[in-house]
């Protein structure tokens, strides 16, 4: 089946800094889905993409759908220490399937 | 608006015991999922029903896990006998049916088995 694959697996970066991180398939997607886990929580939607080359805002979260299908970018910028979880990117297996998920990013922030 | 409503939050349970997780989807989502969660294996799928009903009980691990929908408003997933490696944290997920494909998780269930 269908995978995503999320890189970095995790990142530590200071205050205030900005970040960045992406999502890739094999297969083309025609909806990336971004969550972000705060320790003890379920996953919380962030962004939803449907577009291909689609900038979509949250804040001070930015997503792209890359041009090509195959993958997402989730950006923050300036970041505080609430923005530490885990990231995860999503899409729909083909048809009207459940959502497949990469394995995820894990930010911390350091004060 | 209440989300997704899970419970126990926590459980810790010896091995062998029947474990009882239960979810409440959001009010008008017509497809609910349980997840399973672990550091090793990330977040697997472990059924999906859409209008009650089981479409795909594929990533279900073994004939000890069990789920029903018996009706709009209520899920549960059951572990009988229970065994220490199904210790992990166990999500609902319910949404809308149709073209969304956007899920909406609980706050899940931590469940522990010594």
Sequence with gaps: GQQLNQ??????????EDVSMNCTSSSI????LWYKQD???GPVLLIALYKAGEL????????????????????????????VGIYFCAGPNSGNTPLVFGKGTRLSVIA | DAGVIQSPRHEVTEMGQEVTLRCKPISGHNSLFWYRQTMMRGLELL???NNNVPIDDSGMPEDRFSAKMPNASFSTLKIQ?????????????SKISGGAYEQYFGPGTRLTVT
């Design chain 2, 47 to 49: 059924i999906y029903f």
């Design chain 2, 81 to 93: 006998p229970s065994e220490p490696r199904d210790s992990a944290v166990y999500f609902c997920a």
């Design chain 1, 7 to 16: 890189s970095p697996q995790s990142m530590f970066i200071q205050e205030g």
């Design chain 1, 29 to 32: 997607f025609n909806t990336w």
């Design chain 1, 39 to 41: 320790p003890g929580e």
């Design chain 1, 56 to 83: 979509t805002s949250n804040g001070r979260l930015t997503a792209q759908f890359g041009i090509t299908r195959k993958d997402s970018f989730l950006n923050i910028s300036a970041s505080i220490p609430s923005d």
